[in-house]
């Protein structure tokens, strides 16, 4: 396997990462409303491309939510490039990188591939909200501890 690296966005690269986020389906997947909100993002969090062999093959984004807990807003995997364990690399590099911290996500209840790619590197399901975002639509809350 390849080993992939994180590559910090930066504020010009909107619509690079519009496109990406455009290949998730929006019925289990929110992307980011706006240019606006994705510039808020980059600079209140960690914004990166996952890239391999010099290559954008998807992206992740992550903030220190508290003192000992990393929460992941954001991890897409071009639809080329899935099924291929770059999530599972993505959550090696991160917990290798960050170390013993709790860590938080959320996810659509449908969206299985997510699902089933955080339960295999730890994550527990915790609960289930129902109004996520205030859209109607619901989430899992899943933690690894
Ligand atoms: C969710 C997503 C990031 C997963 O990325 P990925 O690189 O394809 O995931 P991986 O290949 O690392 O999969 C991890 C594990 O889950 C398994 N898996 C993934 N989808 C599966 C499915 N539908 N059925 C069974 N197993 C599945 C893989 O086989 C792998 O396990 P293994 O390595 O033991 O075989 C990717 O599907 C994606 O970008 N989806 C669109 C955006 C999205 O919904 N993001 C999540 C937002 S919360």
Known sequence: MNKIIFKKVSSSEWEKVKKIEQTADT???RPYPGEKAFK???LESVFCFIQQNGETIGLIQYE???KNE???GDLVVLPEFRNQGIAKLAFKKLFNDLGDEKYSLHTHPQNTPAIISYLKVGFKIMKWVDDYHGTGKPRLYLEKN
Do not use: A, C, D, R
């Open 27 to 29: 019925n289990l997947f």
């Open 40 to 42: 808020k993002t980059i």
């Open 64 to 66: 220190q939510k508290s």
């Open 70 to 72: 990393v929460y992941v």
